[in-house]
């Protein structure tokens, strides 16, 4: 979407064998025509579009430029353990607003809540840490994993 606002995902309905296939030709190159994958998959270039579109107004999926944080000039990448007293739900919430948080997840263990975080710097960090994610109501602590090096990234495991 363009306008900024992503509209709600509708309850997607059963995955078939055509669309998981379409999956995995987009997972193979997200710029692949849908002339292309309807030859490989047995349907018309329309048909391909429309299911498509199905399976990303669904939130089955998403079609997205995956960049290099490093040549973007973001050179400090992290992920924060984080401990909470009270409703995760509400500390979550904060937290999916901050532009330097890209991945959250709610977890059982350690931590409540697992954050990765891209920021220019170390002292980005620290004020991230410091100035945001330490002041949010309900966090009790936090355990930051700083990224030596990214050694595997990739988003083509498939449908299974």
Known sequence: MLSGMAAAPRRPG???DISKRIIEQLQADGRRPYGEIGKAVGLSEAAVRQRVQKLTETGVM?????????????????MIGIRVNGDTRKVADALE???AVDYLVMTAGSFDLMVEVVCEDDDDLIELLNGTIRAIPGVT???????????????DWGTR
Do not use: C, N
């Open 14 to 16: 059963p995955i078939d």
């Open 62 to 78: 998403q079609i997205v430029a995956v960049t290099d944080p490093m040549q973007l000039g973001f050179h400090r990448q992290a």
């Open 97 to 99: 607003q901050l532009a």
């Open 141 to 155: 602590g936090t355990e930051t994993f700083v990224y030596l090096q990214l050694r595997k990234q990739l988003y």
